[in-house]
């Protein structure tokens, strides 16, 4: 059993904490010196290809520990991952992002390290954003934000589905999952268990307790 992403589809990675879905993310960003199975995009074979080749294929990462520029403003660190537009994919800009994420705007100057939990998500996101990619992996997205935030974040994560972005995320966050994704595979011990819609996955009782319970 494998895990696709078709454009604007926003797919669930479920599992418990230790179940594999941080190092599934890293292996198919190319960040694991040792990589196991396929990994293809756009029909591509990439499963041995570096983390900087992903990347200008379309491939965007964004880590559970958000990774921004302490030292940096909003706008540089989106400044920093800028890349040219590519067929197939949005074309962002920062006033896009601002547009997308408000907070944002209202602290354009403000160093990375002066933000929030929440703002600094936000952030990253829209860092990634900035790539101009066309699938992204959004690892742990709303672990440790507050409610309003949270409901912010999956506002616009279902505005880039309309966008047509595809999105594969990891999240422990049933509620939050089953706001935003279509489809949804379970992990345990880097092993995809099951796959069914959000819906079908939280209504089975059995599922969850077997690989989602605490």
């Known amino acids: 059993m494998g895990v696709t992403v078709g454009p604007g589809e926003v797919v669930a990675l479920l599992g418990r904490n230790g179940a594999g879905k941080s190092t599934t993310f890293k292996a ?3 960040l694991l010196d040792r990589r196991e199975g396929r990994v293809a995009f756009a029909g591509e074979d990439v499963s041995r290809l570096p983390t900087p080749a992903l990347v200008r294929r379309g491939l965007a990462y964004v880590p559970e520990d958000r990774r921004i520029f302490a030292d940096l403003t909003v706008e540089e660190n989106l400044s920093v991952g800028r890349q040219p537009a590519r067929a197939g994919s949005a074309a962002w800009t ?26 600094q998500q936000m952030l990253s ?27 912010d ?21 049933l509620h939050f999952a089953r706001l935003i994704s279509d489809r949804a595979v379970v992990i345990d011990r880097g092993h995809a268990r099951l796959s069914a819609t959000m819906a079908e996955i939280a209504d089975d009782a059995e599922a969850c307790a077997a690989y989602l319970a605490v």
């Open 125 to 151: 996101i829209a860092r990634s954003l900035m790539g101009n990619p066309r699938l992204v992996l959004l690892d742990e997205p709303s672990e440790g934000l507050a409610p309003k935030i949270v409901e």
């Open 94 to 119: 920062p006033e896009r992002l601002f547009a997308l994420f408000p907070n944002l705007a209202e602290m354009r100057r403000r160093r990375g390290g002066a933000m929030s939990g929440g703002e």
């Open 28 to 30: 198919i960003a190319g």
């Open 153 to 173: 974040l999956a506002l616009a994560i279902l505005e880039l589905k309309r966008e047509g972005l595809g999105i594969l995320l990891s999240e422990q966050n």
